[in-house]
Structure formats: structure tokens, C-alpha cells
């Protein structure tokens, strides 16, 4: 097991081969799952490769998903690229929602996706019904017209006007 940890760190820190320590540090849990630094180690390679679904599975794995969720946030706050930080963020918002059954936390998520993308159809479809239910007519019109924009059905178009016209009367 030591031998491996240290082919593990060779090829990550002094041969800059992530890809190859992953296998090393996978290897490595298999014969022995809680060996702590392999664990570490491996979940800042899946980090460093944005290999995003094998770190969801070792969260998984370790039934850790509070833990997961910080880090994904954590990320989303440090990353500069906005697609994979609006990637991060629907993650997160997955996992409150469906692992930590926290609508409350998953809407913040879903509210900083907004916030990096204010256009993004997929977080306005979600979060609309959600304000709707909450009666937010604050919040709720600028994602009505997200919607309205982005939909060819005429019927769903119209609904959608209806919506923003009786928010309009109050």
C-alpha cells in the first residue's frame, strides 16, 4: 500500500501524469478503502482532471454528500471558466434536492447559476415553478420572460403571457 501511495504522488507531483496516478490511487483504495491520503489524493485528481461524475461516485461511495456539495460550491466560487462553474452549480443543486432533501439550498444554487448566466433557460424552468408555488412575483416575471423566449409552441407562449400579464395587474 505505501509503495503505491508513493507511485501515486511520483506520478502526479513529479511527473505531472494525474491521469496515470488516478489508476495508481484507485488501485491503491482497492486493497485498501480507507487509506486517507489515497482518498485525498484521488479526489483532487478527479478535481484537477474535472473528471465531475467519477468525483460524484467517490462522494457516493463514502456516503458524503454534504461534503460533496461544499465542495462543488467551493469550486463554483473559485473556478473562472463560467460553463463549468454553471455545470458545478447544477450539480450541486441535484444534490440538495435529491441527497440532502434541502429545496431551500438547491434554489440558492440554482440562484447562482443566474447569476452567472442570467439568461440560462434550464435554471429559470426549474426555478419558476418554485417562486410561482412561493407566490415571488418579484422574482418570478424576469424568468416568465426567460421562458417566453426561448418557447416556439404557441400555446405554452400564450400561458406564459397570461402568467405575466396577471403579475403585472398585481
Known amino acids: 500500500a505505501a509503495a503505491l501511495l508513493k507511485l501515486g504522488q511520483i506520478q502526479s507531483d513529479r ?3 494525474v491521469e496515470a496516478s488516478v489508476g ?4 491503491l483504495l482497492g486493497l485498501d478503502p ?3 491520503r489515497a482518498k485525498d489524493s484521488l479526489k483532487k485528481a478527479y478535481v484537477e482532471l474535472e473528471q465531475w461524475d467519477k468525483l460524484e461516485r467517490f462522494f457516493e461511495r463514502e456516503g458524503a454528500w454534504a461534503e460533496y456539495v461544499r465542495q462543488l460550491e467551493s469550486l463554483a466560487g473559485s473556478l473562472s471558466d463560467a460553463s463549468t462553474r454553471v455545470e458545478l ?12 432533501e434541502d429545496e431551500a439550498r438547491c434554489t440558492k444554487a440554482l440562484e ?11 435554471a429559470a424552468g426549474i426555478l419558476a415553478p418554485v417562486y410561482e408555488e412561493r407566490h415571488d412575483y418579484k422574482r418570478l416575471p424576469p424568468l ?3 421562458l417566453l423566449d426561448a418557447e416556439t409552441d404557441a400555446s405554452a407562449r400564450f400561458d406564459i403571457q397570461v ?8
Open 112 to 122: 447562482r447559476v443566474l447569476g452567472i448566466d442570467e439568461r440560462n433557460q434550464r
Open 34 to 36: 480507507e487509506n486517507f
Open 89 to 100: 452549480l447544477f450539480r450541486a443543486a441535484g444534490v440538495w434536492r435529491d441527497q440532502l
Open 24 to 27: 495508481t490511487y484507485e488501485d
Open 144 to 146: 416568465l420572460e426567460i
Open 163 to 170: 402568467k405575466l400579464a396577471r403579475i403585472a395587474e398585481g
Open 15 to 17: 511527473l505531472s501524469d
